[in-house]
């Protein structure tokens, strides 16, 4: 299970405790964290993240297409942290 949260927001990092439960995106509102997002249903890429250090899963790549996959890209509304430490960073 996750342990931590890493993530950039906005050129400043911020942690939270994992939760495998939750997407990376609702488990840092949930702890008071202001990550960018809109949609919430992954058509947007208003969440999209690149992916710095650990695996998330994401059953749903949403409006990714193969290139964005290829370089670490998720969408943290739809992607849960599956290794102990995720870290990430919000793309603008």
């Not at 809109?38 to 208003?46: E, L």
Request: net charge negative; glycine share 8%; with cysteine.
């Amino acid at each position: 299970p996750c342990e931590t949260l890493e993530a950039e927001i906005d050129g400043e990092v911020v942690t939270a405790k994992g939760n495998d439960k939750e997407s990376v995106l609702e488990t840092l509102l949930g702890e008071g964290h202001s990550p960018p997002f809109s949609c919430m249903s992954g058509s947007c890429q208003a969440c999209k993240c690149q992916l710095i250090e650990g695996q998330v899963f994401q059953e749903i790549e949403g409006i990714l297409d193969s290139e964005d996959l290829q370089n670490n890209y998720f969408l943290s509304c739809q992607a849960k942290p599956v290794s102990k430490k995720v870290k990430f960073k919000f793309i603008d």
